[in-house]
């Protein structure tokens, strides 16, 4: 069995080495890949087509007698990269473009979730400068959340603490328009007190199944402070999403969705990424995304016990109920390495030396997110260069030996959050 990942990022590595470990598959490809699936060699090959460039990949799957595609980001499923493979009757996880749009309008997903009763912040929808900034104007309370509908790399939301703050982030999505046709609608909703966790299903449109519940760390600096980022550590499970907590989470927001999708005429295929967050045990939707999350994958895939791409299969094919989907027992962790300048800019073109006893290190994988393979040479190629994953029996153990991953690690500006994990310990 010949298998297509779309992507560039440690989610997509995570998923080749997940999907590697079954032993019926023949071929990997990544496209486009980066230093570690080129590393991985083997059955594991990049191929150097674009993650949004639809018809290539394509070409590419049926030359290749390609028999099941993964897509890792949300890019190409705006594109629909989805249609046109299910079009051409090939196999394919993920969402429709309009499915997708739980994910590629905040609009959407807003407006979807006040017609199915699904718990999220109370929200006003804008398309004009002069009305939101009247409606700020006029707003008896912040924190007040700013969010551009369209994608924005994770970066069109502002949590505005004052009304002069939320003043200027409309005024930089409509007149100077940072985000272009992204910020065309914006969303303003009221600000969620709790704390925040990722729940990732796989779905078929109407079964589901549950991968292990994580946290993710947004902010640059210790102690969650500074600017928001792709992401720069997680762990699973998040002890925030006790058995009760999950349940509630089905009930409330997983059940509805998939079930809304479908009575709305676009049922969701693929992962389900919830973004919630939990006060007093009650879960809100912060945002859905259309795929699963990045880093949070580095830790949910190795938590996964059964064979990763059964369940594929069967999310496609039929039968994801009936497919194992179990755990491993203990805890999970990551730890994300950046570049120098990150995430306003990054340093790119840095050697990266990884000492080969980390390989050694039990329990630990280092995926790889912006590298390059230049000759036998490893370069840094974005903000985000390498996740460094561990699992073991408790939080605890894992942490440790992702920080003595860490330690066998080096180049130049290399920057990482020291605190990961350490609310849940
Ligand atoms: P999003 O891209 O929608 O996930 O937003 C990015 C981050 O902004 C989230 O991870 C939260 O930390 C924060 N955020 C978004 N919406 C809200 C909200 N309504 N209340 C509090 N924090 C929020
Ligand atoms: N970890 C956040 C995301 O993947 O969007």
Not at 182 to 193: K, P, W
Not at 349 to 376: R, Y
Not at 414 to 425: S, T
């Amino acid at each position: 069995m010949n298998i297509l990942i779309i992507g560039s990022g440690a989610r997509e590595h995570a998923m080749a080495w997940a999907v590697l470990r079954n032993p019926k598959v023949s071929r990997i490809f990544v496209a486009p890949g980066n230093g570690g699936t080129a590393l991985m060699g083997g059955k594991v090959s990049n191929v150097p087509v674009k993650a949004t460039d639809v018809e290539a990949l394509l070409d590419f799957a049926s030359r290749e007698s390609v028999d099941l595609t993964v897509v890792g980001p949300e890019q190409p499923l705006e594109l629909g990269v989805v249609n046109r493979f299910r079009e051409a009757g090939m196999r394919v996880v993920g969402p429709t473009s309009d499915a997708a749009r739980l994910e590629t309008s905040k609009v959407f997903a807003k407006d979807f979730m006040r017609r199915q009763d699904i718990p999220t912040a109370e929200y006003r929808v804008f398309r004009d400068h002069a009305e939101a900034k009247a409606y700020l104007e006029s707003c008896p309370s912040f924190p007040q959340v700013i969010k551009a509908s369209g994608l924005c790399a994770g970066k069109g939301v502002v949590v505005a603490m004052s009304r002069e703050e939320a003043l200027d982030a409309i005024h930089e999505f409509f007149e100077n328009r940072v985000f272009g046709d992204a910020a065309d609608e914006v969303v303003i909703e009221g600000f969620l007190q709790g704390q925040e966790a990722s729940v990732f299903a796989l779905t078929d449109g109407s079964r589901y199944r549950l991968f292990l519940p994580a946290q993710d760390h947004k902010r640059i600096g210790e102690g969650d402070t500074g600017k928001n980022t792709g992401g720069m550590g997680a762990y699973a499970p998040a002890p925030l999403v006790t058995p009760e907590v999950m349940q509630r989470v089905e009930e409330l927001v997983i059940r509805p969705t998939l079930a809304g999708m479908a009575a709305e005429g676009y049922p969701y295929t693929g992962f389900l990424y919830v973004g919630l967050m939990i006060d007093a045990g009650e879960p809100s939707v912060v945002e859905f995304n259309a795929r699963l999350g990045d880093p949070e994958t580095q830790v949910v895939l190795p938590l996964l016990k059964s064979d990763f791409v059964d369940a594929l299969l069967a999310s496609v094919d039929g039968g994801l109920d009936r497919v194992p989907f179990e755990m491993h027992g203990g805890a999970g962790a990551t730890v994300v390495m950046a570049s120098k300048g990150y995430p306003d800019s990054s340093e790119i073109g840095m050697e990266i030396a990884i000492d080969p006893s980390v390989a050694a290190i039990d329990g630990v994988n280092v995926f790889h997110a912006g590298t390059k393979l230049e000759g036998s040479r490893l370069l840094t190629a974005g903000g985000r260069v390498l996740s460094v994953t561990a699992c073991a029996g408790s939080l605890n153990e894992a942490l440790g030996l992702a920080y003595r991953g860490i330690g066998g690690i080096r180049f130049d500006g290399a920057y990482f959050r020291r605190d990961i994990g350490a609310k849940a310990l």
